[in-house]
């Protein structure tokens, strides 16, 4: 019965986010979610991160949006791993953003790859190393990832 409570109330917490058949309510959608969540339900573990981050149905809070991420990712969510490297590069700790992008890149998430090439391309937390950013960014591309794909074309412009 836990399990089914907790996809039933998952459920339940996106059609009050999107007002599907129910009035939009992003405060209810976070109850409903903190209670999935709360009984091991993955996805709603991993949109707890989300909820807190953009401060959706809750206040903003990064330190609870990273608890939430870092919960995500030990279960080898890479949209969790992904956030976390998100949230470090705009915190300007380039290193952690890396780490967790490489881990992201590794578990599968291919617009990882464009940020570890942002990483080499402007040499946040390495030695700046455009070769090895081009790399990352036609590895991105190659898996349709929109923005190597614009940083690209850019670049071959650029160069004309």
Partial sequence: MGNNHAIWRYNLSLDYLQGKNVAQDDEKSFALNAEA???????????MGWYFLG???VEQNYEKAR???RKSAR?????AMFSL????YTEKDFIE???WFKRAAEAGHSRSLYWIGKHYW?????PQQKKEA?????????????AATRVLKFLSRRKK
């Fill in 75 to 79: 279960h080898g969510e890479p949209k």
């Fill in 67 to 69: 608890k939430w991420y």
């Fill in 55 to 57: 401060g959706i149905g």
């Fill in 37 to 47: 969540a709360k009984l091991g339900h993955r996805d709603a573990i991993l949109a």
């Fill in 85 to 88: 490297g998100r949230i470090a």
């Fill in 122 to 126: 402007f040499g946040h937390g390495v």
């Fill in 134 to 146: 081009m790399k990352f960014f036609h590895q991105a591309a190659g898996k349709k990832v929109i």
């Fill in 97 to 99: 953003s890396l780490t």
